[in-house]
């Protein structure tokens, strides 16, 4: 069983940045893969950033790459997203998973354990 708590979340000005977080309790954290997830208000749960078990892999939505990044430690049983250049459209709830790593780390079959989610607004 992995249980998984988000933070780091809250309101900020378009431009600005946000450091997402997610702890993790379990003992087999370093053998799963960890993404983060979005939901805005009547769209689906979309992919947004996902790291491998080993880090060596890791994957970002187009709409985010090249402003985000993921990365994980796993002393301390967490992985991060640090977000720049927020947009109004980044605006949802940001959800950690952790799973498998297969098959792929975009796909929500990928993952079997969720958190309950962090609110990311951004204003302009």
């Known amino acids: 069983q992995v249980q998984l708590v988000e933070s780091g979340g809250g309101w900020v000005q378009a431009g600005g940045s946000l450091r997402l977080s997610c702890a993790a309790s379990?003992?087999?954290?370093?053998?799963?893969?960890l993404s983060w997830f979005r939901q805005a208000p009547g769209k689906e749960r979309e992919f947004v950033a996902g790291?491998?078990?080993?880090?060596?892999?890791?994957k970002f939505a187009d709409s985010v790459k090249g402003r985000s990044t993921i990365s994980r430690d796993n002393a301390k049983k967490t992985v991060f997203l640090q977000m720049n250049n927020l947009k109004p459209e980044d605006t949802a709830v940001y959800y950690c998973?952790?799973?498998?790593?297969?098959?792929?780390?975009?796909?929500?079959?990928?993952?079997?354990?969720w958190g309950q989610g962090t609110q990311v607004t951004v204003s302009s």
């Open positions: 379990g003992r087999t954290f370093n053998n799963y893969a």
């Open positions: 790291i491998s078990w080993s880090g060596g892999t890791i």
């Open positions: 998973a952790a799973g498998t790593g297969w098959p792929s780390l975009s796909s929500k079959a990928t993952y079997n354990y």
